[in-house]
């Protein structure tokens, strides 16, 4: 998407056809715009778009700018132009069918983002155009599936498979224990005992742990080689501890 691409975007009602101004991975509209895009007046969209401002939400220098046009009368006029962000801010108080619509396809995002910790536009990602973000996207999954608690988490899956598998058996106990020994020692160098004497000091709140919190960290956990921490890292480590 190049610097002041225009992009037609039609509405899910198939209402309106807005063209949206793409630049700085952002878009741009007018009040006419935003009141096209939600069905609303531009008195209303310029209320809305004041009360927000005034509440603090959102900084003015940050999501406007003026947007100069010459006309067919060879004169100049200007335009104030608002970012995604103001928008999306006008589009949580606008009150009409579209606006509705709206909150209701917001929501449902966010709904899916705190269930799953993710939201996908797989459609846009299978026919990308313009600013395409998959390559950070597969770079962001290789650094979640490279995780030593979600490899972890997938070796115990393959373990689980095992006709005979019971978690609470000490034969169970001491093959994960082996087996998260040596991974530790694959990222760190350091064996599950050797980070509990190199990361635990007693002079930090929690022995020093990074995990957990307050409520999660006592004599209970802080033995465990992920909970018990201090800033004196292994310079090898590269997983969260």
Not at 71 to 97: E, F, P, Q
Not at 134 to 156: P, T, V, W
Request: aromatic share 10%.
């Amino acid at each position: 998407m190049s610097t002041g691409e225009l992009i037609l975007y039609t509405t899910e009602d198939g209402g309106a056809r807005i063209r949206l101004r793409a630049e700085g991975g952002t878009v741009w509209l007018s009040q006419l715009e935003m009141a096209e895009l939600f069905a609303s007046s531009k008195q209303n969209i310029g209320q809305h778009i004041k009360n927000v401002l005034a509440d603090g939400e959102l900084a003015e220098d940050s999501v406007v700018k003026q947007n100069f046009t010459t006309a067919s009368d060879g004169k100049n006029y200007r335009t104030m132009l608002y970012n995604l962000d103001m928008i999306l801010a006008v589009g949580y108080r606008v009150r009409s069918h579209r606006g509705t619509q709206f909150r209701q396809w917001a929501t449902t995002h966010l709904r899916e983002f705190l269930v799953k910790g993710f939201v996908m536009d797989d459609e846009r990602l299978k026919e990308p155009g313009g600013w395409d973000y998959f390559d950070e996207l597969i770079q962001r999954i290789r650094d979640i599936r490279a995780s030593e608690k979600r490899f972890y988490q997938k070796i115990r899956d393959i373990y689980a498979t095992a006709v005979d598998y019971d978690g609470t058996t000490e034969q169970a106990q001491r093959f994960f224990a082996r087996t998260q020994n040596k991974m530790l020692w694959a990222i760190t160098g350091h064996t599950a005992a050797e980070l509990i004497a190199a990361r635990s000091d007693p002079n930090q709140p929690n022995m020093g742990s990074q995990a957990g919190g307050a409520a999660g960290c006592g004599r209970a956990t802080w033995g465990l080689p992920r909970t018990t921490c201090s800033s004196r890292k292994s310079t090898r480590s590269t997983a969260s501890w």
